[in-house]
């Protein structure tokens, strides 16, 4: 048995919007993730983590997410909802010691009720092709590769045409879900609100 096995999951879990205070622990999450990922061969000019201000500017033009899991920052999320109607995925970060508790599946949840909320019916992520766990994380939660795909529905389809896939680059994978389910095992009830 590992010492990760031996992590007990969070009593208290708790989704809000980025706060200042929140903002030197997403840094260092930040850091650990650009480190991680270094390991798996994702290119250097993707790894620069964000610093305190770029954090905070995303809500500019995002919407972020940040969870708490027994009174400590655990990660976050940020979409942006873009034309005609597709929700982007710009980050989606646990820290490596709140993993396998099911808190990203949270944030898609709360990514999926949203988006829902204002009509908007497609989730769209990018995924590094070495990152074998967040594809299979992303696969679990009803994201499939966009070259899987056949016809692609409206609206990605349509904006498809003005996100070719080329400005992911060749490194990243483009994965799409319906925001109807998001967050949630498929044939399982979904969660209460509470976790």
């Known amino acids: 048995m590992t010492a990760a096995d031996d992590r007990k999951p969070p009593v208290r879990v708790r989704v809000t919007g980025l706060q200042e205070a929140h903002l030197l622990e997403l840094m260092r999450i930040e850091t650990e993730l650009a480190q991680e990922w270094?390991?798996?061969?994702?290119?250097?000019?993707?790894?620069?983590?964000?610093?305190?201000?770029?954090?905070?500017?995303?809500?500019?033009?995002?919407?972020?997410?940040?969870?708490?899991?027994?009174?400590?920052?655990?990660?976050y999320l940020a979409w942006q909802d873009q034309s005609p109607g597709v929700?982007?995925?710009?980050?989606?970060?646990?820290?490596?010691?709140?993993?396998?508790?099911?808190?990203?599946?949270?944030?898609?949840?709360?990514?999926?009720?949203?988006?829902?909320?204002?009509?908007?019916?497609?989730?769209?992520?990018t995924c590094y092709a070495r990152a074998a766990g967040a594809m299979a994380f992303l696969a679990v939660n009803g994201f499939m590769p966009i070259e899987l795909t056949g016809r692609p529905p409206e609206p990605l389809g349509e904006w498809l045409q003005s996100h070719p896939l080329e400005l992911f680059g060749s490194a990243r994978k483009l994965w799409w879900a319906s925001t109807d389910g998001l967050g949630t095992l498929p044939g399982l009830p979904r969660p209460s609100r509470g976790m």
């Open 38 to 75: 270094l390991g798996l061969g994702v290119p250097t000019d993707a790894l620069a983590p964000r610093s305190d201000r770029e954090l905070a500017r995303l809500v500019r033009d995002h919407d972020v997410y940040v969870l708490e899991a027994d009174h400590q920052v655990a990660g």
């Open 87 to 125: 929700a982007m995925l710009g980050s989606l970060t646990i820290a490596p010691p709140y993993r396998r508790f099911g808190l990203a599946m949270r944030l898609c949840r709360e990514l999926g009720e949203v988006a829902q909320q204002h009509g908007v019916g497609v989730a769209v992520a």
